[in-house]
């Protein structure tokens, strides 16, 4: 599949990783292109409003299976039938569900290092999925009842990716070897952080839906603090590249949804889920970051970034 269908599909399932990713630097352009797109496969299935926690399950173990022997064929047929009865009303998701096949005949192109990397951390996150679907609900609520439950679940659909992204990035030759240990330190709390921005965003429509990712009780003053804490830390990460010479697209591609999501956790404390921020702002978010980048500038003047001997 061509980069150009991989990027249609990612515009239509991600409005801020279309934004981020075509900064990147190729080959992990493409390589965190197909990685997303297998994510968001697995996150149609964990969503999956439409069918059992049994039907879930099955598909998440079928995902699995296809990224353990990847297979153009099996994809085809798999493709088949999780669209014959569409896990969810949306129309993108459909899509990429059908275009099963060419995802994964693509990740079969990849280097192999960002191959393996890939197909581990997807199945590591389609197998901690399946754990929190209940196999005999005929609907598929979600409810997580404590803080305890709300962190370990962002780390499985979140912190998991930050962790994938880390090992592509240092893929790259031998630029981010001294600091390599700094970023995987700060992977995990780096997604964790972005995937809580979406929950505290989404609470209104979760709930109409029958899921509760907030737990009943816990205040959101709390959930807002975590996730504030875990955006510094993703500052951090950004600083640690910056330091260390990264790609300027690298660089611009953590720095931008942890500038965003800074800005919509402001929106959403003033105004209440579903706020969004708006197009300007986002305008505005990329230009101070690219001057930043352009200039030599750190992104995040403030934060504090250990030197690697420290990390």
């Not at 290092?113 to 196999?135: K, L, Q, S």
């Not at 690219?290 to 500038?297: E, H, P, S, W």
Request: glycine share 8%; proline share 6%.
């Amino acid at each position: 599949m061509d980069f150009a269908r991989l990027h249609e599909l990612l515009e239509r399932t991600s409005r801020t990783f279309a934004l981020c990713i075509p900064r990147l630097p190729e080959p992990t352009r493409l390589e965190v292109t197909v990685a997303y797109l297998l994510f968001r496969i697995a996150d149609t299935f964990e969503d999956a409003t439409g069918w059992s926690g049994a039907e879930q399950r099955e598909a998440l173990a079928a995902f699995t299976a296809l990224l353990s022997e990847p297979s153009s064929d099996r994809a085809a047929e798999l493709a088949d039938t999780w669209t014959r009865n569409p896990p969810v009303e949306n129309e993108a998701y459909e899509e990429l569900l059908r275009e099963t096949p060419g995802i994964v005949a693509t990740l079969d192109t990849l280097r192999p290092g960002a191959r393996a990397a890939i197909c581990h951390h997807v199945t590591r996150t389609a197998e901690g999925m399946a754990d929190f679907v209940n196999p005999s609900a005929d609907t598929t609520p979600t409810e997580i009842v404590d803080l305890e439950g709300l962190r370990a679940y962002c780390y499985i659909v979140a912190g998991i990716v930050g962790e994938m992204l880390t090992d592509l990035f240092l893929l790259n030759g031998d630029q981010l070897a001294p600091v390599a240990q700094a970023l995987r330190d700060r992977a995990a709390a780096f997604g964790e952080g972005l995937q809580l921005t979406n929950i505290l965003k989404d609470a209104g429509d979760d709930e109409q839906e029958g899921r509760m990712f907030l737990p009943r009780g816990l205040e959101r003053s709390r959930v807002f603090d975590v996730a504030r804490d875990d955006l510094r830390i993703a500052r951090e990460y950004t600083g640690i590249l910056q330091d260390a010479g990264a790609e300027p697209g690298l660089i611009a591609f953590n720095a931008l949804p942890v500038a965003m999501a800074e800005a919509t956790l402001d929106r959403v404390e003033r105004d209440g889920p579903g706020s969004k921020i708006t197009r300007l702002q986002v305008a505005a978010i990329i230009g101070k970051i690219d001057g930043a980048i352009k200039l030599g500038r750190r992104i995040f003047p403030e934060a504090s970034v250990p030197s690697p001997e420290q990390a």
